[in-house]
């Protein structure tokens, strides 16, 4: 088990109670979302009939308005297959898209797809409503690879991309393939239609393993841009972070891309010492391929020499401040929820957020919720996305946009969701939410359900949506 499952495992043992609200309001499930379905609100996606687990991956929003979600399904020649909904706003499925032979007849609105992947990891959708997933596949040594697979609209495989709809991406370097494992976790997109795909690289450093993060970028026809590159004998294409600064790099986060700034902002943790990690931030300019900033050690303090932290997540507000989530443990080793914000282009924390300088630690002495995604509103206040209790439930929190509670929303504590199974007097034995986009300012929330009401067993994919508390729920408010 690695040290992010251990860490998010230790989190949530540490739950403590929720007190449910009195009123609600813009907390509340949206019930003209999905109205034909069981339960109005919430829809639950997957393929067939059975026990196969189907796992949350990612979700967006597509440029015509539908819901994407992303997920990971056993199978297929390498292990997994990827797994696409989609939905329109009403929370239909979407006739256009899959439901075809091309795209694995997994039904009206999805897909299912073995492109040779041992894992999937995350997706994102281009301006253009292409869909790019990426995840593990086999290369040298049968060791894996960095893998980036783009869908067109409809849900078939772009083949106009790489040759044939996916390509691989190796980080080895050298005969003795010392960079075996390369595993990507993120991908983001530029206006161009470019693609940048983050990830752990396994490196040799001075004849001893180690991972750093390892950044690809890609021309929106599939192919290594040979101007994105790394003076350090990386092939072309491609770039390494960390080398000599982080450590080794126990996760990769997210990396996020300001088409405006023309800045790639990576973001997670990496082991300092020993049952000692920290935060680490690096922000890129893709023109001048120079570091804007860097934040290697970005430690939690308190009583204890030796802290875990894990960072979830990150996303930039309008002004391109760097704002990312996870949590760190006190000298209790009782786990927090962390908020972080870095102003544009400056190292240090942004001392006027959140509640300790740069940071904000919501819940006290028990840990009450683990967040894993964040979304900006127009009013630029942070809604957070994650998880809850045991059984797991979802969990929603939103921050003023200087980082503290705003008890407008549910009154300053934090509301639980569980999704339903097929039945509407039914609910799920767990619900952990995972990603998160705004829709005119509606919070669209996707995550993993099973379907037993009693039991962690067949995972579906799950997304709800909530109400509003602005006047002009419209893309243009």
């Known amino acids: 088990m690695t040290l992010r499952f251990l860490l998010i495992a230790t989190l949530l043992a540490f739950a403590g109670p929720f007190v449910s609200p009195l009123h609600a309001s813009d907390f509340d ?23 196969v687990n189907e796992r949350i991956v990612a979700a967006a929003r597509a440029p015509d308005g539908g819901y ?9 020649a390498a292990g997994v297959s990827i797994f696409l909904a989609k939905f329109r706003p009403n929370g239909g499925y979407d006739p ?12 009206q609105g999805r897909v299912l797809k073995d492109a040779y992947l041992s894992s999937v990891t995350d997706m994102t959708i281009d301006l253009q409503g292409r869909i790019i997933v990426v995840g593990s596949t086999p290369g040298a040594l049968g060791q894996p690879d960095f893998g980036v697979v783009r869908f067109k609209t409809d849900g078939t495989v772009d083949t106009s991309f790489a040759g044939d709809g996916g390509t691989g991406i190796p980080f080895d370097a050298d005969p003795a393939n010392n960079r075996v494992r390369d595993t990507p976790t993120s991908v983001t997109t530029a206006a161009d239609g470019s693609i940048f795909v983050a990830g752990e690289v396994q490196e040799n450093i001075g004849g001893v393993s180690t991972i750093v993060v390892g950044i690809a970028k890609l021309k929106v026809d599939g192919s290594l841009d040979t101007n994105f590159s790394d003076l ?36 997670g943790d990496y082991s300092y010492a020993e049952n000692d990690t920290d ?3 690096v922000t890129l300019n893709v023109v001048t391929q120079s570091i804007v900033t ?9 009583t204890s020499s030796v802290q875990l932290g894990l960072m979830t997540n990150l996303s930039s507000d309008t002004q391109g401040n760097i704002v990312a989530i996870g949590a760190a443990n006190d000298a209790s080793v009782v786990f927090h929820p962390v908020v972080l914000r870095r102003l544009s282009g400056v190292a240090t924390e942004d001392g006027s957020f959140g509640n300790t300088a740069g940071r904000g630690i919501y819940f006290g002495a028990t840990i009450e919720a683990a ?10 206040r942070i809604i957070l996305a994650g998880s809850g209790s045991y059984p797991y439930k979802g969990a929603v929190f939103r921050l003023k946009p200087n980082g503290v509670s705003d008890n407008s929303f549910s009154g300053g504590i934090v509301p639980l969701y569980d999704a339903p199974t097929s039945s509407p007097s039914s609910t799920a034995f767990t619900t952990v939410f995972k990603r998160m986009f705004l829709d005119a300012n509606q919070p669209v929330i996707a995550g993993e359900a099973p379907y037993s009401s009693s039991a962690e067993t067949d995972y579906d ?15 243009f408010d």
């Open 29 to 51: 499930i949206d019930t003209t979302f999905g109205v034909s379905s069981g339960t109005p609100g919430w829809r639950r996606t997957y393929v067939g009939f059975g026990s």
């Open 279 to 281: 935060w680490f931030l």
């Open 232 to 267: 350090s004998g990386i092939p072309a294409g491609r770039r390494e972070l960390c080398r000599n600064t982080c450590g080794a790099i126990n996760s990769v986060a997210r990396v996020i891309f300001d088409d405006s700034r023309q800045r790639l902002t990576v973001g």
């Open 461 to 475: 994919l799950v997304v709800t949506r909530l109400k509003s508390d602005l006047i002009f729920a419209s893309s």
């Open 294 to 302: 860097s934040k290697h050690v970005i430690d939690f303090g308190g």
């Open 96 to 107: 256009a898209f899959g439901n075809t032979v091309a795209t694995g007849s997994a039904g």
């Open 68 to 76: 994407v979600l992303a997920g990971s399904r056993p199978g297929g």
């Open 371 to 380: 967040f894993y995604d964040l979304a900006f509103d127009s009013l630029n």
